[in-house]
T-cell receptor, first 115, second 110 residues
């Protein structure tokens, strides 16, 4: 059973509007969350992260929100640009069961930003 | 800029062959990771190494082994390749979590 879920396999957004990518997790021990972006034929690149002691982290056009009680996080991209079109992976670490910071990835959401 | 280099972008092998995937990083990070990416499943950790000659099994280590003889190099070995190991393989490094990935090796087992 997947511990990190991204229920929308794909999302289309108009250029200039807000993109909201959602992620849910099941393990309440997770204490650090990451978002990665992946273009075709390239490896993922780390985008932004958030610790469980925070509920928001912002980096330029990218903001991640964490709702621990709902076990839900979201990535907001404002304004969306065509270059943001990529697959976005949500990931979580700190499951409390492993001796190292194992990172568990969601299945990804493919974002298309339409010019 | 951190560079993670995987030896091959595309590789085609036959079932039963022993396959080596090589990864080199230039940032002197202790941690290195091997993942495989499959549609609908995201990235799944095969093996992780936190120091030279040290390794930990990830979520799907069966059919794989690894070697870390030097800090900058982390090799993934398919002992006897099978068709269900056809996948995209990604190497990563980072001070803690995987932060820098290689461009991946698309491996096909026929």
């Amino acid at each position: 059973d997947q511990q990190v879920k991204q229920n929308s396999p794909s999302l289309s957004v108009q250029e200039g509007r807000i993109s909201i990518l959602n992620c849910d997790y099941t393990n309440s021990m997770f204490d650090y969350f990451l978002w990665y972006k992946k273009y075709p034929a390239e490896g993922p690149t780390f985008l932004i992260s958030i610790s469980s002691i925070k509920d928001k982290n912002e980096d330029g056009r990218f903001t991640v929100f964490l709702n621990k009680s709902a076990k839900h996080l979201s990535l907001h991209i404002v304004p969306s640009q065509p270059g943001d079109s990529a697959v976005y992976f949500c990931a979580a670490s700190g499951d409390g069961e492993t001796s190292y910071d194992k990172v568990i990835f969601g299945p990804g959401t493919s974002l298309s930003v339409i010019p | 800029d951190v560079k993670v280099t995987q030896s091959s972008r595309y590789l085609v092998k036959r079932t039963g062959e022993k396959v080596f995937l090589e990864c080199v990083q230039d940032m002197d990070h202790e941690n290195m990771f091997w993942y495989r990416q499959d549609p609908g499943l995201g990235l799944r950790l095969i093996y992780f190494s936190y120091d030279v000659k040290m390794k930990e099994k990830g979520d799907i280590p069966e059919g794989y082994s690894v070697s870390r003889e030097k800090k900058e190099r982390f090799s993934l070995i398919l002992e006897s390749a099978s068709t269900n190991q056809t996948s995209m393989y990604l190497c990563a490094t980072g001070p803690y979590q995987p932060q820098h990935f290689g461009d991946g090796t698309r491996l096909s087992i026929l």
